[in-house]
């Protein structure tokens, strides 16, 4: 925000063209501060009375445009030695500043309103809320009193104190409605279809209820570990149909034939007919008698056939 310094000063302070200056002191065209207090040193640069105060300093976040009759009015009024050549001369005192946190606010709101009975799992929905502007450095301090929460509405009601170092404090009052969340747990990168899911590649968080579909993972442990039927975006929830166990045979793999049967235990290679998890059943193509068997996967690159357990099958041959 652009704010003018207003001073009641006389016009026509210029110096006569022509003149030459013979003056040392010159204007800081753009000042930083970060004080509450606005300095000849802020303003003017080489004059003997830098520590004198103008003034207050702009609010945090804000600053001053100061024109050249201003200056010199300034200039006059300080015994500061500097006089304006220019109407364009100027100079511009900014005071940099930080918006406060809003998860802070709500960190201060939830610890007001928790007692009077806001669900702890809620999310907070600000009717409108403009966070204070504090200093750069400033450590704020910040509390909430006057709440109010009504069970029935969802609405609530409270007044934000906000006090630090360099600034007034600050009282405002904050509306708006608590909204039910519930667990879900979302991808934190894009994973394609057939990806195994990493911890890493997880987190859980609450989202508005009418978010959550049925079906939706709630639990880590429900998602770690398993095998994604379709790929997911990041930020996205992990549906309980999209997962499975993992394959640990896949289609047309050459796999380990254990064949057991009364009196009988061999191995041979085969040639898996489809994907299968850990004690999943499959279709195994044995690949010197060419016959095609029921087998179950027992470890990767093994499956189990039991002598007995289905009649083979005679591959078709092209």
Partial sequence: MNRRLLFALPVGLLAPPGTARAQTVAVRSHTLIEDQVLRISDIFEGSSRGDVVVGAAPNPGQRFVIEASQLAGIAR????????????????????????????????????????????????????FSPPILPLNALPRLSAEGGNYETGSNRFAATLVVMADGMPSIRMRVAGRAIATAP????????????????????SMQLRAERVRPGTAQRLEDVVGMQLRRPIGTDLPFMSADLMIPHIITKNEVVLMV?????LSLTTQGRALESASRGGRLSV???TSRTVV?????????????????????????
């Fill in 184 to 203: 879900a747990i979302v991808a934190t990168r894009r994973l394609a279809i057939g990806d195994v899911v990493k911890p890493d590649d997880v987190r």
């Fill in 259 to 263: 064949v057991e049967g009364p009196g």
């Fill in 294 to 318: 029921e087998a179950e996967a027992i470890g990767p690159g093994r499956v189990q056939v039991r002598l007995g357990a289905s009649p083979p099958r005679t591959a078709e041959r092209s």
């Fill in 285 to 287: 193509m044995n690949l």
């Fill in 77 to 128: 009024r300080f015994n500061v030695e500097w006089r304006p050549m220019s109407g364009s001369e100027r100079s511009v005192i900014e005071r940099p500043g930080r918006a406060l946190s809003r998860e802070a606010a709500m960190e201060v709101l939830r610890t007001e309103l928790y007692p009077l009975g806001l669900p702890v799992d809620s999310e907070l929905e600000l009717a409108a």
